[in-house]
């Protein structure tokens, strides 16, 4: 059997090593590519240096930006007093576009994970407690997935601001919004049952 | 009375009245080129339907494809290309099941290239998982006795796939508890003796606690609904022996009669306190020592562990009840539960085998599968087809 030339059968292996791509997929985008005028491609290869370059973690909250600090942290704006903390840069951008937030964020960059051995270390933790330093802090909201991992990194965070006198808090789980209650699931429907609330 | 209690009632009323009318049966099934049929069609009848034949027959071929019409896969645990006729591209499964009067045809097809389709009433489903619950099915075979003979694991799992198909809180809950256990050992495992480590050790517990109490809650407030579902089914199988449930917990322990509602909030200050009085010990041997992965759904006959004397008949018939117990249990709303019976004849004396019968017949409709012929005393009114090379012959 005859494969693809060595230079496209390179660029298809590279595009399979992405997230949620496989070869189908890969082989797709890069014949596409072939056919395109050089100068796009180009400016592919370009683009991704640039944002590799220039990307850099916020040395406050450790979301993504180009100029350090980021857009968030160095909004006078946007309430210091109370502090997001969330696992990945991304969920930052969930969070803002909800436009219901006016405070700080903070990244861990992960969860604790025994297993892949990630401990408090490991996360930025350290750098959450020196950001709170001697500062007067409202709030602290804890928005970590409800996983098994999300859940321990929650609690061990909590306890961590709780010792320092600090108001902790964590995202409500219940229904969707528009949705409806007999098509929600046992869990979710359970779940705002328990943790309902004064109308 | 807890609401479970209430279900055993209906549940126990349910077996008792012969063949309800809006039970779901199969009226037909039609193979192609599956295993060693070309092509082939039955009729089946309500109550037991009795397949005998030499080893190699076809026997258990045709509850596998029944199987296939219920659950989209093999529940004899074979993968979808073994089943396949030697030399074919792709084998077909069909039925016509009756709800009453009203006719419902599902079709499966399988193909090397294009994998399954499911149709039921001749729409095609979206998702394989939507034709659970269509057709419910109970398989039982003789390896099913490690349920009684062998460790504590195997009769976690039953009760843990039982209440996994009622509860989707509790899946999510044994998923997440699962999890937490792998950390916390891991977390066991390499603890100091300094603080930090505790601290993290003390996270890992608290969450197995929270995701281990609801498992423990839940197990216990099914128990007894269980528990009379599989004594019921047993008492008719065996006039001599009792069988009774029980719940062996590391935290906490219950009775199959007794109404064990315990709220979770008490169950987490039970399990809480429990590691608390071990945590040194943990800490020394690097994993978890209780919780509800180490307990067990103990198995009473005439008021004595049946795992440590209990005869070979004796498992065999605790373990139909528990199966065929379980089965009356997923049944929760009387929709009738087809019951796939392979091989299960050869340890069972005949008044047993004749009660097994009976029992069947009541439960809606049941295939049962055996190399010997049984007397028509013992068969009733079950009808008998003679199983010989991929020929099917009514009797």
Redesign the interface.
């Known amino acids: 059997m005859i494969g693809f030339p060595a230079s496209l059968e390179r660029l298809v292996q590279l595009f399979t090593r992405l997230p949620g791509i496989g070869r189908k997929s890969a082989t797709r985008m890069a014949l596409k590519l072939l056919t395109s005028p050089e100068a796009e491609c180009a400016e592919l290869a370009g683009a991704i240096m640039d944002a590799r370059t220039r990307t850099i973690g916020c040395s406050i909250c450790g979301g993504l930006t180009e100029d350090d600090p980021c857009a968030i942290c160095s909004d006078a704006r946007r309430d210091p007093s109370t502090v997001c903390v969330v696992e990945r840069p991304s969920d930052i951008l969930a969070l803002e576009r909800t436009g219901r937030f006016r405070g700080r964020y903070h990244v861990l960059g992960g969860l604790l994970s025994p297993l892949d051995g990630i401990g408090p270390e490991n996360l930025r933790i350290d750098r959450l407690l020196d950001r709170l330093e001697g500062k007067t802090i409202a709030e602290i909201i804890l928005a970590l997935n409800p996983t098994a991992e999300g859940e321990a990194t929650a609690l061990y965070v909590a306890r961590l601001l709780s010792q320092r006198g600090i108001n902790v808090t964590k995202l409500a789980s219940g229904l969707p919004v528009g949705g409806e209650l007999d098509l929600a699931d046992e869990l979710t429907l359970g779940t705002a049952l328990d943790e309902r609330r004064a109308v | 009375m807890s609401p479970h209690a209430a279900q055993a009632v209906d549940v126990a009323a349910g077996v008792n009245t012969p063949a309800a009318g809006k039970r779901m049966w199969l009226r037909t099934l039609r193979l192609e080129s599956f295993r060693n049929y070309g092509r082939l069609e039955v009729e089946l009848d309500q109550g037991l339907n009795f397949f005998h034949g030499s080893n190699g027959s076809g026997k258990t071929s045709i509850l596998e494809a029944v199987s296939y019409l219920a659950v989209a896969r093999s529940l004899r645990g074979s993968s979808d290309t073994e089943v396949v006729k030697w030399g074919e591209r792709g084998f077909g499964v069909g039925g016509e099941a009756r709800c009453g009067e009203t006719p419902l045809g599902i079709v499966l097809r399988f193909t090397r290239s294009e994998g399954k389709e499911v149709r039921v009433a001749g729409e095609s489903l979206a998702r394989l998982s939507d034709l659970v619950g269509v057709l419910r099915v109970a398989w039982f075979s003789p390896e099913d006795t490690w349920i009684t003979k062998g460790g504590p694991a195997e009769r976690r799992r039953l009760l843990d796939m039982t209440l996994c198909q009622l509860?989707?809180?509790y899946l999510?809950a044994l998923a997440?508890y699962r999890?937490?256990l792998?950390?916390?050992n891991?977390?066991l495992l390499?603890w100091s003796p300094d603080e930090?480590s505790d601290?993290?050790v003390d996270?890992?517990t608290?969450?197995l606690v929270?995701?281990g109490s609801r498992v423990i809650a839940t197990r216990l407030a099914f128990l007894p609904h269980f528990a009379s579902c599989v004594s019921h089914t047993h008492s008719r199988i065996s006039a001599v022996d009792e069988l009774e449930l029980g719940y062996r917990g590391t935290v906490l322990s219950a009775g199959g009669k007794e109404a064990a509602a315990h709220a979770e909030g008490d169950v987490e200050q039970a399990f809480r306190e429990a590691l608390g009085r071990i945590s040194e010990d943990e800490r020394r041997r690097g994993f978890t020592l209780l919780g509800p992965h180490r307990d067990d759904l103990e198995v009473r006959l005439n008021g004595r562990a049946l795992r440590s004397f209990g005869s070979q008949g004796q498992h065999r018939t605790a373990a139909i009840a528990l199966k065929l117990g379980q089965a009356a249990a997923l049944d929760q709303n009387g929709q009738g539960v087809i019951v796939l019976l392979d091989d299960i004849l050869s340890e069972l004396d005949e008044t047993r085998a004749g009660a097994l019968v009976e029992l069947t017949e009541e439960f809606g409709q049941a295939l049962m599968t055996s190399t010997r012929r049984l007397p028509k005393g013992v068969l009733g009114r079950s009808t008998c087809f003679g199983v010989e090379a991929g020929e099917v012959v009514r009797e």
């Open positions: 509860d989707s809180g999510t997440n999890r937490t792998r950390q916390r891991e977390a390499s930090e601290r993290i996270v890992w608290e969450r929270k995701y």
